[in-house]
């Protein structure tokens, strides 16, 4: 088995490694995004690891995944969330600066999800996972995504089509 010794390495160092292969890469990547909320109105944001800061959870889509399948796994990697259910496409955001690690095409939907019931999968890359009202949410959102939830809680969007 040629990969074996990769197998030892732990899934954050992998997951690094993984970020570092796109910005080397030079191209535009896809983000997926997700304005998810639970049935009382609260918002789900993830501290990150990186930036200290309150974030929307997301993460990129993967060769063969569909927006869908993305979002959900994206929750229960990032925020513990079991059986988000996807709703509408927010907007599909591509200005270069958001993210200095890569230029990523981020697409945001919504997610209607139970509160979180696991930790998040690499504690590296999200430090906590807290739900918000409208009345505590940060002024900021990570990675200059404050317009893309403020276009969330308007309600804007369409149906997703696979």
Do not use: Q
Request: aromatic share 4%; proline share 7%.
């Amino acid at each position: 088995m040629p990969f074996a010794p990769l197998s030892i390495l732990p899934r954050s160092v992998m997951g690094l490694a993984k970020e570092v292969a796109k910005a080397l890469l030079r191209r535009p990547v896809v983000g997926v995004s997700a304005a998810a909320r639970t049935s009382d109105g609260r918002w789900l944001l993830v501290r990150r690891g990186d930036t200290g800061t309150w974030g929307l959870p997301g993460g990129t889509l993967e060769w063969g995944e569909t927006l869908r399948s993305c979002v959900v796994r994206e929750l229960a990697e990032e925020a513990g969330v079991v059986g988000a259910t996807v709703g509408r496409l927010v907007g599909v955001y591509s200005r270069p600066d958001r993210d200095i690690r890569f230029h990523a095409v981020t697409v945001l939907v919504t997610a209607d999800i139970a509160e979180p019931t696991r930790k998040p999968v690499n504690p590296l890359e999200i430090r906590e996972v807290r739900l918000f009202r409208d009345d505590e949410l940060p002024s900021e959102i990570a990675l200059g995504m404050t317009d893309l939830l403020a276009a969330a809680r308007r309600g804007e969007g369409e149906p997703i089509l696979e």
